[in-house]
């Protein structure tokens, strides 16, 4: 059983938008940082958004300004916006919640950004 599951991959043309949703009935998401991953086929795995359990967000320059990670305590969801996407976008993307006592993956979703 995956104690961690994202949604909401898929194709979509540059330019557009795509939100990922990552959540788990056995996880509590707001009692540990969450991150969003994504790896594209010969390349290494590279983190893209991470946000803490006080809701600190950080992200690295390649995503900067066009992905918003968020968190949905009632939802207990951690959601990725990507805005504004380019074909380099194209990956599989992993959530990873982490805490002191787990550290768990989700199995990927194919986000392909494409004409």
Same mark, same amino acid.
């Given at each position: 059983?995956?104690?961690? +599951? /994202? *949604?909401?991959?898929?194709?979509?043309?540059p330019g557009g938008s795509l939100r990922l949703s990552c959540g788990g009935p056995e996880i509590d998401l707001?009692?540990? *940082?969450? &991150? !969003? &991953?994504?790896?594209?086929? %010969? $390349?290494?795995?590279?983190? +893209?958004?991470?946000? %803490?359990?006080?809701?600190?967000?950080?992200?690295?320059?390649? =995503?900067? %300004?066009?992905? *918003? +990670?968020?968190?949905?305590?009632?939802?207990?969801? +951690?959601?990725?916006?990507?805005?504004?996407? $380019?074909?380099?976008?194209?990956? =599989? &993307? &992993?959530?990873?919640?982490?805490? /002191?006592?787990?550290?768990? !993956?989700?199995?990927?979703?194919? =986000?392909?950004? *494409? !004409?």
């Amino acid at each position: 059983q995956a104690h961690l +599951v /994202e *949604s909401g991959g898929g194709l979509v043309q540059p330019g557009g938008s795509l939100r990922l949703s990552c959540g788990g009935p056995e996880i509590d998401l707001s009692s540990c *940082s969450t &991150y !969003w &991953y994504r790896q594209a086929p %010969g $390349k290494q795995r590279e983190l +893209v958004a991470a946000i %803490g359990s006080s809701g600190r967000t950080d992200y690295p320059n390649s =995503v900067q %300004g066009r992905f *918003s +990670v968020s968190r949905d305590d009632a939802r207990n969801t +951690v959601n990725l916006q990507m805005d504004r996407l $380019k074909p380099e976008d194209t990956a =599989v &993307y &992993y959530c990873r919640a982490r805490s /002191e006592i787990f550290d768990e !993956w989700g199995p990927g979703t194919q =986000v392909t950004v *494409s !004409w």
